[in-house]
Nanobody, 120 residues
């Protein structure tokens, strides 16, 4: 069993920045982030494989969000810049044994979620 612990959410004004962090209890091949707004489905945001060679972003966050990882700490990060009110959601750290499965939403482990609220 893999445990994922998130931190870093909060309230920020539009145009501001936040950084989410997620620490895994063991090494996991693919790590990433999903988000879920009230009344909506949980959607893929970003994913990264172990070597950081395969990195994927949802279209609306490209150029604003950056995913990275530190394998020494089994950690993944999401730097979010130029935040918009529509980015408001609960953000979930995710881990999977294959990056291709992660992008399709096939997730093996979930974090507890961290709220990000962007005010206009």
């Amino acid at each position: 069993q893999v445990h994922l612990v998130e931190s870093g959410g909060g309230l920020v004004q539009a145009g501001g920045s936040l950084r989410l962090s997620c620490s895994a209890s063991v090494s996991v091949y693919a790590m990433g982030w999903f988000r879920q707004a009230p009344g909506k489905e949980r959607d893929f945001v970003a994913g990264i494989d172990y070597e950081a060679e395969k990195i994927y972003y949802e279209e609306s966050v490209k150029g604003r969000f950056t995913i990275s990882r530190n394998n020494a700490n089994n950690a993944v990060y999401l730097q979010m810049n130029a935040l918009r009110p529509e980015d408001t959601a609960a953000y979930y750290c995710a881990a999977s044994h294959q990056i291709a499965r992660m992008v399709k939403g096939d997730i093996d482990y979930w974090g507890q979620g961290s709220q990000v609220t962007v005010s206009s």
